[in-house]
């Protein structure tokens, strides 16, 4: 864990303390020892999916992508997601969607992955309950990458992990209960 000292002025300022110029030293200290990930991997659903649900038409036509990357490119998203900010705060590249990595030598590798899977969530509903990878799935998609040598174990402890589920759990009990949840109070 980081620590953070904050020095204060004592009353007698004529001795050379500097306040200021102290906490600044410090800033800089903390800085070089934060963490610097390598690489980002993402999982989780539609919130995070950078173009792995390839059979969901719609993310695949305009007007999704059309501020960012420009083009339709399986995002659920008309611009940027989560997942670009992230990277981009840590100074990485947005980590590829899995699909379109096809082998260990693969450039892409270099940024991570990127497993989340649009219309999914941590259990098998939604999308997931028709065969695509929930939560579980995708974890195995990274055990996988790991078995097969795409990525390594120096990968994951110098790396960044960003997991996004929100609704579609929720959506799909609601549904699975005929479109009423009873509540006793």
């Not at 997942?83 to 969607?97: Q, R, S, V, W």
Request: aromatic share 16%.
């Amino acid at each position: 864990m980081n620590e953070w000292t904050i020095y204060f002025a004592g009353q007698n300022t004529r001795g050379g303390v500097n306040a200021s110029a102290r906490l600044q030293q410090q800033r800089q200290m903390d800085k070089k020892q934060a963490f610097q990930a390598k690489k980002l991997f993402v999982f989780g659903d539609s919130y995070a999916d950078t173009g792995n649900n390839k059979d969901k038409a719609g993310c695949w036509k305009q007007p999704y992508g059309i501020t960012y990357p420009g083009h339709p490119s399986g995002r659920f998203s008309d611009g940027r997601l989560l997942t670009d900010f992230l990277a981009k705060f840590y100074g990485l590249e947005a980590p590829t969607a899995y699909r379109f990595i096809k082998d260990k030598d693969d450039p892409h590798l270099q940024y991570g992955v990127n497993f989340a899977y649009g219309g999914t969530g941590v259990f098998a509903t939604g999308d997931a309950g028709e065969g695509y990878p929930d939560l579980a799935g995708q974890i195995d998609l990274l055990k996988k990458y790991l078995n097969d040598s795409f990525i390594n174990k120096s990968d994951l402890e110098t790396s960044l992990s960003f997991l996004s589920v929100n609704g579609n759990d929720y959506i799909s009990y609601f549904y699975d209960q005929n479109g009423t949840i009873e509540v006793n109070l």
